[in-house]
């Protein structure tokens, strides 16, 4: 199948080299390939007869006319001339669009790709025991667990546990201080009675144990200490339970909660944070032929560095020592987002088994970075002005000046007490124009860079200060 790649002057050569070895008729539309107007492509077509176009996917003009007369679809390309190869080798598994740059639909494809292959995965899986049909242990893919503390404190509990679930977590664990009674457990698990899902109850005292026996369906943690006053009864109930090691052995625990009768057993021998022993204590994570716990929260949480690298870094670690749950947790601002991160880096090492490294898997945590850099061709141009310094004069907006903050997922700009919200930047900046809200152009290039770092901030999950740097 012939394609005509109809591009621009500048990103000639570019085209040229990504689109090698594929059946491909490369042709120059003009200066750049974005402006081409559609008797501009129909002329193309009918000088180099083929079965299919790729415009630019940066083209926004209408080709549904040229399609009818010429009788062969025209389909967006991606959006930089780089990536023309990827999509070339990949055109018969994509469902190419008139309106989506094919960068996107090939993201798309292969992320669901990804994700089918998972749930195949798990699907095909054994386990060493299952939980409301969780399926832990075995060949099992891991499962995050993300960790509550002081749960019968929260206010707005119910929106967090929801929060955790729809981020991924298959497990949400809510922790009981000391300071606890047997009356906030019954009250923090009924308020969560709506909510379906597995929950663990994390907690030493035997008293906040026993009250957690009827809704939990984990529980963390098990010691000599508590042991001979709750195993019994979360063997009867046909609970699961966290074993750690205190003053005895983990080994030793874990005797004991079998004697007791517990089936159910995950194996926790404490992950130490980085400057604590983190290499010293990965030596406890022997196999046991026992689900193993690994606790990656406690390094993420202390440790100032973005948690996207933290937590895949600890995925793979927990990959290789065959851990079947993993616990994350976000308990500060800088680990915000990190339950979706790890599960995100869990799914990449559970692709990972037929091949030696988790790259090229169809997902990724590339979040400020990016895998590639695209080679853009040069600008072109005649003359040039140097930028003057912005006056520190301000000639303010007759119409009034506007403040711009975040709520929610949405950015908000308010002129005059009335809000303007939207999620895009430019939709919140049209909406302001369309109702004559901005008279000033200078005032409108400041408004269109606030706006957009009012965007980058919900993005990025970070907070947002009009005016302040980004």
């Known amino acids: 199948m012939t394609i005509l790649l109809p591009t621009g002057s500048l990103a000639y050569q570019l085209v040229r080299e990504s689109s090698k070895g594929f059946d491909v008729v490369i042709t120059v539309s003009g200066k750049i390939a974005a402006f081409i107007t559609p008797a501009m492509l129909k002329e193309l077509i009918i000088k180099n007869p083929c079965e299919m176009v790729l415009v ?4 926004t003009a209408d080709f549904t006319d040229v399609e009818k007369e010429t009788g062969v679809p025209v389909f967006r390309g991606p959006r930089h001339a780089a990536d023309i190869g990827l999509v070339l080798q990949s055109i018969d598994k994509i469902s190419l669009s008139r309106t989506i740059p094919a960068d ?10 990804a994700c089918s292959r998972l749930a195949q995965k798990e699907r095909d899986s054994y386990s060493d025991f299952e939980i409301k049909g969780l399926k832990i242990g075995g060949n099992s893919g891991m499962k995050v667990l993300a960790e509550i503390m002081d749960a019968h404190k929260s206010e707005d509990l119910k929106e967090t546990v929801t929060y955790f679930f729809e981020s991924g977590a298959d497990i949400v664990d809510l922790g009981f201080g000391f300071d606890a009674s047997t009356d ?14 597995i929950y663990a109850a994390d907690t030493q005292d035997a008293r906040l144990i026993k009250a957690a026996l009827p ?16 195993a019994e009864e979360i063997a009867a109930a046909k609970k699961a339970a966290v074993i750690v090691p205190r003053e005895e052995s983990l080994e030793n625990n874990i005797k004991e909660a079998q004697k007791a009768g517990i089936k159910k057993i995950i194996a926790d021998p404490l992950l130490q944070p980085v400057g604590s022993g983190l290499i010293n ?12 716990f690994f606790g ?25 020592i065959g851990a079947s749950v993993i616990f994350t947790s976000e308990h500060s601002d800088k680990t915000t987002g990190s339950v979706s991160e790890m599960k995100r880096a869990v799914s990449m090492m559970d692709l990972m088994t037929d ?19 695209r080679r853009t061709p040069p600008l072109s141009y005649d003359s040039e002005i140097p930028a003057e310094k912005m006056p520190d004069k301000i000639d303010y907006d007759p119409l009034g000046n506007l403040r711009i903050g975040t709520e929610g997922d949405y950015i908000v700009a308010v002129h005059n007490n009335t809000a303007f919200k939207g999620k895009k930047w430019e939709d919140v900046f049209y909406t302001l124009i369309k109702n004559n809200r901005i008279s000033l152009l200078d005032h409108a290039a400041y408004l269109g860079k606030e706006l957009y770092k009012a965007e980058l901030s919900l993005k990025f999950k970070r907070s947002f200060d009009q005016d302040g740097p980004f």
């Open 56 to 59: 630019s996917g940066m083209c």
């Open 104 to 113: 996107e639909m090939l993201y798309e494809a292969r992320k669901n790709d």
């Open 184 to 197: 906030d457990v019954k009250r923090t698990f009924e308020s969560l009675k709506d909510i379906d899902g």
């Open 215 to 230: 809704y939990a369906d984990i529980f963390l943690s098990l010691h000599e200490g508590n042991i001979p006053l709750v």
């Open 281 to 292: 204590s990965l030596s406890g994570f022997k196999d046991r032929n026992i689900p193993l």
């Open 296 to 320: 990656a929260g406690n390094v993420t949480e202390l440790i100032d560095a973005d948690s996207l690298g933290v937590n895949a870094l600890l995925a793979g670690m927990a990959k290789e």
């Open 355 to 373: 091949r030696p490294y988790p790259k090229d898997l169809g997902l990724s945590l590339f979040s400020i970075k990016e895998k590639r850099r």
